[in-house]
């Protein structure tokens, strides 16, 4: 993989909106990106929203010029069009899309995405995702009931709305090789998957699908800093996500974890320990969100401190 100089990640969705908490300086509010893009009103109509899922525009600053990667596009077409439009996001430039697995809250608003993509230019625009993606699935609520969960747009949707679709559970190197795409993650910590998970069979049958193997991760390395991983959910769980990333770029140091860790329901018993194993790693800076939860994400800030912990939040920009 090739060197960066420096990777802007502009946050499109997420769970949260936090427009007034300071920042540290590496990252801007999403008050100073809407006022940087005209905002002179404070107005709910102006201001971005926040849903359960997750979409990170990915501008990484080359020798070559400025390179682009959307991973995610999270749930709701009319959030991800309405935010991209406050924060002045240019989807036109986008080089690439990732799909980091198969979950509606990743997946539903795609077809919008690549609309906004290739609208102005009449282009394809590759999109990479593991061939498990595209399954039913369904989680089994506390309760003991099935909440099923919907369908991620068809290969042939995506493609009629301007993909072109590169099924994959192997590494990749896209984009000019700027960006790492990893293969299936390998399973080798404490971690448990997602115990209350469901993939549906042929048979139209519920079985337990606790791996959900599709799942995949993007790196970068920024010159100067480090790897830096970006994750959506961590269903492989974020230390095997942590040790698979450090075998594959064994010599570089792991700079930036950005993402969902997935230590919300079922997995909150595994935050302490979580944390203990993370702190091998020496991150510099880590931004949880989406399904990290307010709890580990409390602690996350007491053990690392304000330094290196920022939540992340729709509508700011990471300067990494």
């Known amino acids: 993989m090739k060197k960066i100089k420096n990777l802007t990640v502009s946050v499109l969705i997420d769970n949260t909106s936090d427009m007034f908490s300071s920042r540290p300086n590496h990252v801007d509010s999403e008050l100073k990106v809407l006022m940087d893009n005209g905002l002179e009103l404070g107005s709910g109509e102006l201001l971005c929203s926040a849903h359960h899922g997750l979409s990170l525009h990915l501008e990484a600053e080359t020798i070559v010029g400025n390179k682009v990667v959307l991973f995610d596009a999270g749930p709701d077409a009319k959030g991800l069009e309405r935010n991209a439009n406050h924060m002045g996001v240019d989807m036109s430039k986008v080089d690439a899309v990732v799909l980091s ?12 995405a690549l ?3 290739t609208k102005e230019k009449e282009r394809k625009v590759p999109l990479y995702v593991h061939p498990n993606a595209f399954v039913k699935r369904a989680a089994r609520l506390p309760d003991g009931n ?5 369908n991620v747009p068809s290969i042939n949707t995506l493609e009629e709305n301007g993909a072109s679709v590169k099924t994959s559970s192997k590494e990749e190197h896209i ?10 993650i390998p399973r080798v910590s404490f971690e448990n998957g997602l115990p209350n998970h469901y993939q549906q069979t042929k048979e139209k049958e519920w079985v337990e699908d606790p791996d ?5 991760f993007i790196a970068v390395d920024v010159e100067g800093k480090g790897i830096a991983i970006f994750t959506g959910c961590s269903h492989a769980g974020v230390v095997n996500v942590c040790k ?26 595994l935050i302490d320990e979580t944390i203990e194993e993370l702190k091998k790693f020496n991150f510099k800076i880590i931004i949880p969100g989406h399904c990290t939860g307010w709890r580990a994400i409390n602690k996350f800030i007491n053990e690392f401190g304000e330094s290196v912990v920022d939540p992340l939040a729709v509508g700011t920009k990471q300067h990494l």
Do not use: C, T
């Not at 697995?101 to 919008?112: I, N, R, S």
């Not at 984009?175 to 299936?184: H, T």
């Not at 698979?244 to 329901?265: D, S």
């Open 212 to 216: 959900v193997i599709d799942e995949r």
């Open 175 to 184: 984009v000019n090789e700027y960006f790492y795409v990893s293969g299936e």
């Open 115 to 117: 609309e906004m993509i």
């Open 244 to 269: 698979h990333a450090a075998e594959v770029f064994k010599g570089r140091p792991l700079y930036a974890l950005v993402g969902g860790l997935h230590l919300v329901f079922p997995n909150e018993n």
């Open 146 to 150: 099935m909440l099923a969960y919907a």
């Open 101 to 112: 697995h198969g979950h509606f809250d990743h997946a539903e608003a795609l077809p919008k």
